[in-house]
C-alpha cells in the first residue's frame, strides 16, 4: 500500500516519532505531519517533509496544496535509504548491545 502512495498525512497531536513515519518513509513516501512533537521532528531529522504551520484543516489543506506544485519532490530515494539505514534492525541491535553493555549492575 504504502510504495503506491505520493504522502502520508498524519496529523496526531502527541506521536513521539511513530513507526507509521519510519514506515512510509522506508519507501519513500513524503511525509505531512503536524508541528510541536516527535512527527515535526522526524520531518526536520530527515529534512524531508513538510510541517503544517498550526492543527487546523486549512493548515494541513494548504500543506497538501504546496506538495501537490511539487510532486516530483527530489530527494525521495535518497530520504527512503536514510531512513532504512538509521532504523535497521542490526544496527538498532548493536546499538541497544552497546548500552546494555556499559550498564553496571549493583547487587
Not at 507509521?20 to 503536524?34: F, S
Not at 510541517?51 to 527530489?74: C, H, N, P, Q, W
Request: glycine share 8%; charged share 25%; proline share 3%.
Amino acid at each position: 500500500i504504502l510504495s503506491g502512495c505520493d504522502f502520508l498525512l498524519t496529523c496526531s497531536f502527541e506521536d513521539n516519532w511513530p513507526n507509521v513515519l519510519v514506515e512510509a518513509g522506508a519507501y519513500g513516501v513524503i511525509p505531512i505531519v503536524g508541528p510541536g512533537h516527535g512527527c515535526e521532528e522526524f520531518v526536520k531529522v530527515f529534512q524531508f517533509g513538510f510541517v503544517a504551520d498550526e492543527y487546523t484543516a486549512e493548515s494541513f489543506a494548504t500543506t497538501i496544496e504546496k506538495l501537490m506544485d511539487i510532486r516530483g519532490l527530489e530527494g525521495r530515494q535518497d530520504f527512503s535509504e536514510r531512513v532504512r539505514s538509521t532504523h535497521d534492525k542490526r544496527k538498532v541491535a548493536r546499538q541497544y548491545a552497546a548500552v546494555l553493555n556499559k550498564l553496571q549492575f549493583v547487587t
